[in-house]
């Protein structure tokens, strides 16, 4: 029985052990680095509840990151210029391009409206997808219920993005944290990506100390998608753990990277990059964005009125994948990260007014329809019928002249 006991012992020892091997694809030691710095980073990024920060960012075509580093181009062109606002939750960001640039992309707009071939059917005319190189945007966003207003002037319209539909490429927000690769509101950050991969959504690992462009840096690598994508992350100690360098690798070799090339401390020990490069092989080039802060200001008093946007008269709103919510203003509309709830209720209410407008009428417009065709009808009836008579009484006139 003592053996029997033992047995069972040392069976449920060794079942808990290979458990425990099996659920952790990191060893102990690697898990923890990777939490810590994690963790660390998440602690400096989130530290920034209240400032304003001014940038530009430059669109570059270079042949790699490391002669961009040496400062060398083979193109760099002002694309916009940035304010960003971020107070408790409350976010506003300003893009204005540069006005020629702007000039440029309304004509390449207003060309794409003019049909093609010098046809002027709608039918016949060919619509051409074309890339707009930059556009004034108005951004605002509340954190606490996720939603966020983009308005673009370019387009003359507003898009309402929910919760749910935040965007995960970029598209949403572009600033010196973004990196081109965190997506919406920086959603795919560095702490998100390490702490799933902790918890064995993909393999992920602690590489140690390496030296990258000259930078001491601690570096994971994490494998998503089933180890299709490589993500490499150096973060700097030195400087409140922000990744000073970033790479996504593929297949077919490195399609982006991103470097920190210049930080700046800030109050209470926080660290905001300050010049950010960023690479994408794409269509056999390699262009990026440069980002250069030029004013950086924490824990300073910023207005409400900052974070309001006038949406100007006869311009759209529309919810994201919603096609029942939408409106076209009659009068300039005053918005607010705090009425972005309310901007949603105004659309489902214009598009239940002009629902019912227009309904009533399509069912007049129907049934007059419907009435028009039956009395056109009896009148061609009656005609036939008149003609027929006619025809028949006057065959017999004929015949009793003719007896």
Known sequence: MTKIYWILLLSLFVLFSLKGIVDADVPVGQRDAMRVIAEQYLANRESFHVFSCYYTRHQ????????????????????????????????????????????????????????????????????????????????????????????????????????????????????????????????????????????GQFAGRYDGTQYIHGMSLEVITLFPENGRFEHKYGFDPKSGFLPRYVSIKTPNGVVLEAVIIDVKELSGGRWFPIEVVTLTKRHGWIIGGYYKVNAISVDIEIPDDVFLINIPRNATISVANADDQWAILDEVMTVGPGTLEEVRTFCIDFVRAYNEEKIPFDIVQSVFGYTMLRVFACIIGLAMIATAVYLLVKKRITRGRIT
Do not use: H
């Open 60 to 199: 570059i075509v270079a042949d790699a990151m490391e002669e961009v580093l040496m400062g060398n181009y083979r193109e760099k062109n002002f694309q916009f210029d940035g304010k960003w606002y971020v107070r408790n939750g409350y976010i506003r960001l300003e893009q204005t391009c540069d006005p020629l640039v702007f000039a440029e992309a309304k004509e390449m707009l207003e060309r794409q409206q003019i049909p093609q071939n010098g046809q002027s059917s709608q039918k016949t005319s060919t619509v051409v997808p074309i890339s707009i190189p930059c556009t004034n945007r108005l951004i605002i966003r509340n954190n606490k219920d996720g939603l966020e207003l983009s308005y673009s002037e370019l387009l003359t319209g507003a898009t309402l993005l929910p919760a749910i539909e935040q965007n995960l490429d970029g598209n949403i927000r572009s600033t010196p944290f973004d990196f081109d690769l965190m997506g919406g509101s920086e959603v795919m950050n560095p702490y998100r990506v390490i702490t799933d991969s902790l918890n």
